[in-house]
């Protein structure tokens, strides 16, 4: 069982908007920043959202992250196929002196 | 461009050793912590260990304390990953990270393509 919640699957169509949700505790979210990360099938993961709702260089803005309190939410606009990935997020967990991640959550775009 | 190449994974029985590698280049080794991930078949993902960059701070999982040693070389720009008493649990792919050095949850910046342990008699 992850430290971090997160549904195990979504769902939409392209062209619309999804947010996947993460849920910790003061330990975790509450007191770290958020991170998200997309797998595609068969690769590694590659960091999507950073410090909460920083996006790195060549992540498209389709691409949003936020965070209040004890959780966190990625938002993906604009759906496109090629958006059908696991998405993963995490945080440093100061109880535990070290990273946690959420359990994922597998989008299919429908 | 970054890059990071693991190795030494492979098929090993319950109680033995394994050790990995992940050779970097790209960017200043020794400028970076470094981290390990891991993920069972079918499952999510697990961090396992990170390193600071001189190699004197380092963290485990509670999963894996005890049992398996991070380090480094940084004159080789190796990262590695020494798995003692390995367990059927343990298998998994074993992924090395660069981590970006921001404050709160420290991202893992860029990722190596993974190296499969299977821990089976």
């Known amino acids: 069982q992850s430290v971090l919640t997160q549904p195990p699957s979504a769902s939409e169509t392209p062209g619309q908007r999804v947010t996947i949700s993460c849920s910790g505790s003061?330990?975790?979210?509450?007191?770290?920043?958020v991170n998200w990360y997309q797998q595609l099938p068969g690769t590694a993961p590659r960091l999507l959202i950073y410090?909460?709702?920083q996006r790195p260089s060549g992540v498209p803005d389709r691409f949003s992250g936020s965070k209040s309190g004890t959780s966190a939410s990625l938002a993906i606009s604009g759906l496109q196929s090629e958006d059908e990935a696991d998405y993963y997020c995490?945080?440093?967990?100061?109880?535990?002196?070290?990273?946690?991640f959420g359990g994922g959550t597998k989008l299919t775009v429908l | 461009e970054v890059q990071l190449l693991e190795s030494g994974g492979g098929l090993v029985q319950p109680g033995g050793s394994l050790r990995l590698s992940c050779a970097a280049s790209?960017?200043?080794?020794?400028?970076?912590?470094m981290s390990w991930v891991r993920q069972a078949p079918g499952k999510g993902l697990e961090w396992v260990s990170n390193?600071?960059?001189?190699?004197?701070?380092?963290r485990y999982a509670d999963s894996v304390k005890g049992r398996f040693t991070i380090s480094r070389d940084n004159s080789k720009n190796t990262l590695y990953l020494q798995m003692n008493s390995l367990r059927g649990e343990d298998t998994a792919v074993y992924y090395c990270?660069?981590?970006?050095?921001?404050?709160?949850?420290?991202?893992?910046?860029?990722w190596g393509q993974g190296t499969l342990v299977t821990v089976s008699s």
């Open positions: 990270a660069k981590d970006l050095p921001v404050a709160g949850s420290p991202p893992l910046e860029d």
């Open positions: 790209g960017f200043t080794f020794s400028s970076y912590a």
């Open positions: 390193l600071s960059g001189s190699g004197d701070h380092t």
């Open positions: 003061s330990s975790n979210i509450g007191s770290n920043t």
């Open positions: 410090s909460n709702n």
């Open positions: 995490a945080a440093w967990d100061d109880n535990l002196n070290g990273r946690v």
